[in-house]
Nanobody, 119 residues
Framework: QVQLAESGGGLVQAGGSLRLSCTASGRTNYNYVLGWFRQAPGKERELIAAIYAGPTSTYYSDSVKGRFTVSRDSAKNTLYLQMNSLRAEDTAVYYC????????????WGPGTQVTVSS
């Protein structure tokens, strides 16, 4: 069983930066894919970044590519999302999630953390 908990959200001005963290209890080794999703008011939840291990590779949606960076510290069982050049449209609840490698569905979710970008 994997449990996830996000932290690091908050209020930031447009153009600023935030770093989100997601701590996992239970092992999320190379058998798991870790992702960051977000859901803005009135919109569907979208996958914005993911990181795969063995070998390490990353995925970014077009909306965040070049501004956000996903990384993981396996020793600390922690996933990160560095968010730079934030825009008002990045305002959303951000979730980390995990799925088993080769799986199609993210089955483990954190409760989410609010990110608000003021323009």
């Amino acid at each position: 069983q994997v449990q996830l908990a996000e932290s690091g959200g908050g209020l930031v001005q447009a153009g600023g930066s935030l770093r989100l963290s997601c701590t996992a209890s239970g092992r999320t080794n190379y058998n798991y894919v870790l992702g960051w999703f977000r859901q803005a008011p009135g919109k569907e939840r979208e996958l914005i970044a993911a990181i795969y291990a063995g070998p390490t590779s990353t995925y970014y949606s077009d909306s965040v590519k070049g501004r956000f960076t996903v990384s993981r510290d396996s020793a600390k069982n922690t996933l990160y999302l560095q968010m730079n050049s934030l825009r008002a449209e990045d305002t959303a609840v951000y979730y980390c999630a995990a799925k088993q490698r080769g799986g199609t569905t993210y089955g483990y979710w954190g409760p989410g953390t609010q990110v608000t970008v003021s323009s």
